[in-house]
Each structure stands twice: as C-alpha cells, then as structure tokens.
C-alpha cells in the first residue's frame, strides 16, 4: 500500500539550505502544471472519477488538491517574505477534498490555475537569495517555524509525489 500511497517515497526535508538543490526544486516547482496535464490526459470522466487508491482520493479531487495546496504554498512564500515569521494556518486537506467544486468540478480550472500560479511562483522564487530560502514562517499546526526553502522541497515534491499517484493508477488499470 505504500508503494501506492507514496510511489516516489515519503517527503525527506532537506537538513540545509543548498543553492542547487533550490534550482532543481524551482525547475520542479515550474514543470508540474505540464507533468500533471499529460498524466491525465486522455482520461474519460469515469477514470477521473476513480480513486488513486482503496480510500483514497479520486483522480480529479488530486488534481484539485494540488491546485488548493500549491495556493496555499505561493500564498505562505509571500507572507513570508514580506512579513517577520508569519504565523501560518494549516489547511485541512481532507476537508478541503469533500468540498462540493472538488467533487464535482472539471479539472481543466484547476490545471489552467496552476499554469498560471506555477509561473508566477517560480519567477519569485528564481528572484529571491539565499537569505530570503531561509526567512522562517510558524505553523500553527505543528508549532514549529518552517524555512522557506522546506516548503519549496516540500512543495518540488508534493507536485511530483501526486503526479506520480495518477501515473501509477493509469499503469496499474492498463489506461496508458
């Protein structure tokens, strides 16, 4: 069940901050909108209506979560910048899930969203330095203050780690 849940492993967060490591998550962080378009497309509304996974999450309601989550993320980057340690709300992912445009909604809004955001993110990212990866903010959640740069990683890897869930069910079902 792992391997379906978590198909490219579970979130590591980086011990430091590295320069390159920053590139690589701004390259992964700009490809995702076209990653996550090819592997659904082609799909009929019945498959994007097919969990990833026994209890998990249907396809589009994926699609729709990466959409909510990387909002939040562009969201809390400029919080971060632009105020002293912000303190961050956690969304509840799950909640956010069962809400009526994640249910029933095409996915193309939220594909075209994150096109547009994935961009604007990115070129932000690519203007910031060193010192600003590592300008903290707290979550409320875990009570903890978060560098910038983990939320990058998490986020290079978030984009990835759903895209890949989508990818494996369409392996799994012979949809390819």
């Known amino acids: 069940m792992d391997e379906i849940r978590y198909p490219i492993g579970k979130f590591q967060a980086p011990a430091a901050f590295c320069e390159e490591d920053a590139k690589q998550w701004i390259s992964d962080i700009r490809q995702i909108p076209a990653k996550l378009w090819e592997a659904v497309s082609g ?13 998990g999450w249907t396809v589009a309601q994926v ?3 990466i959409a909510d989550a990387s909002m939040n993320a562009f969201l809390r980057t400029k919080w971060t910048l632009t105020e002293d340690v912000p303190s961050i709300k956690p969304f509840e992912e799950n909640d956010w899930a069962k809400t009526t445009e994640a249910r029933s909604l095409h996915i193309e809004p ?4 994150l096109e547009g955001l994935h961009e604007r993110w990115a070129h932000l990212l690519e203007s910031m330095s060193s010192d600003d990866f590592q300008r903290n903010f707290y979550h409320e959640g875990t009570k903890e203050n978060v560098p910038l740069y983990v939320l990058i990683a998490m986020h290079a890897w978030h984009g990835k780690h759903h895209t890949a869930q989508i990818v494996s069910l369409r392996q799994r079902k012979g949809w390819n």
Do not use: F
Not at 110 to 113: A, D, R
């Open 43 to 55: 799909l009929n509304e019945e498959q994007l209506n097919t969990p990833y996974r026994d209890g």
């Open 110 to 113: 939220s594909l075209q969203l």
């Open 63 to 65: 699609v729709h979560h």
